[in-house]
């Protein structure tokens, strides 16, 4: 793999890199709400241990996939998809978990839109440009 600093990855690695930083510290943010944490004056959410353990899970491996592409790791590639993949389904598990119950207007937006950008950075990981940069390697 090339070493390449973060100004000179191409077009759609620069993309990948920025939406993972939004998606990590909006796991961060949701897992410290989910802690019983306020971020924001009037926005609350209620304590839940096991959504703040998924979201922090969440948050920890895409932390890792971060750390992987900006210190240029052979495995980037490998763990940015298993984060990606771990992440989307720990929202399809938040939406099915939030279905039968009290409806929150932002929870149901938040999972919604986060599934889609996660689903959205899966689709450009797959693109040559990004499995070569990233150091994917065929067996």
């Known amino acids: 793999m090339a070493e390449l600093t973060a100004h000179r ?5 620069r993309v990948i890199s920025i939406l993972m930083i939004g998606e990590a510290l909006t796991f961060l943010l949701a897992s410290l709400l989910h802690l019983g944490i306020p971020i924001l004056p009037g926005f609350s959410q209620p304590r ?3 959504a703040m ?6 948050w ?10 900006f210190t240029h ?5 490998r763990i ?4 990606h993949v771990f ?11 939030t279905n039968g119950g009290i409806r929150d207007e932002a929870n149901f937006i938040y ?19 990004a499995r070569t940069t990233l150091g994917h390697r065929r067996a």
Do not use: D, N, Q
């Open 87 to 97: 992440a989307s389904l720990g929202v399809l598990l938040g939406i099915y978990a």
């Open 80 to 83: 940015t998809v298993a984060a």
């Open 111 to 129: 999972h919604r839109v986060i599934l889609g950008v996660l689903v959205v950075t899966l689709a450009l990981l797959a693109t040559p440009g």
């Open 9 to 13: 990855w191409p077009p759609i690695v």
């Open 60 to 69: 920890l491996f895409l932390a890792i996939s971060l750390y992987a592409m």
């Open 53 to 58: 353990i998924i979201e922090g899970l969440c």
């Open 73 to 77: 790791k052979t495995w980037t590639w």
């Open 48 to 50: 839940i241990i096991p």
